[in-house]
């Protein structure tokens, strides 16, 4: 696709179950961003990738979140035991290359309610 | 600790009117900023953004202009037009991190 492509765009599950939110970034683009707002706030960093390492990881919030891009491509943003204080919009974007001058696309996000 | 403000959570203004988003940061090592600009159930678009080594960016009806000393930046577009109605957030970042702290947006509203 031509965009940033985010699955599913909605997800409910209950407190204490597993979730994986999967992100397709655009072809080519090399670095990775996933990043979560909350109701009422900005979009707020948990990590980035930079091909298929993460290069920062430091808005991670706890040890129950962990993502992966294991071809460099494909990114899955893991959270385990939900808590109901994980419901948010869950935001990925791309850029061609690294760095805060590269504009970033994001996609359309996954709602994610934990109940 | 909010490190970049948009103290005006909404902003009304008829069509053909300027519109002028304001942000406000606390990190003085921030040194790039830009602007998003955000629909319901999409994610948000690049539209504008500055480097620190400047105090305005232009691009057609859109300005945004830095003041270091204050800390503070906003984004003009004028003339405003129903569909420039969105959510805009100013985000920051500093050489050597590659994420940006974004403020919590401000609504704006076009009346036509």
Partial sequence: ?115 | DQQVKQNSPSLSVQEGRISILNCDYTNSMFDYFLWYKKYPAEGPTFLISISSIKDKNEDGRFTVFLNKSAKHLSLHIVPSQPGDSAVYFCAAGGSGTYKYIFGTGTRLKVLA
Avoid: M
């Avoid at chain 1, 072809?27 to 960093?45: C, I, K, M, N, V």
């Avoid at chain 1, 959270?79 to 001058?101: F, H, K, M, W």
């Fill in chain 1, 1 to 115: 696709g031509a965009g940033v492509s985010q699955t599913p765009s909605n997800k409910v599950t209950e407190k204490g179950k597993y979730v994986e939110l999967r992100c397709d970034p655009i072809s080519g683009h090399t670095a990775l961003y996933w990043y979560r707002q909350s109701l009422g706030q900005g979009p707020e960093f948990l990590i980035y990738f930079q091909g298929t390492g993460a290069a920062d990881d430091s808005g991670l919030p706890n040890d129950r979140f962990f993502a992966v891009r294991p071809e460099g491509s494909v990114s899955t943003l893991k959270i385990q035991r939900t808590e109901r204080g994980d419901s948010a919009v869950y935001l990925c974007a791309s850029s061609l290359n690294p760095g805060l001058n590269t504009e970033a696309f994001f996609g359309q996000g996954t709602r994610l309610t934990v109940v």
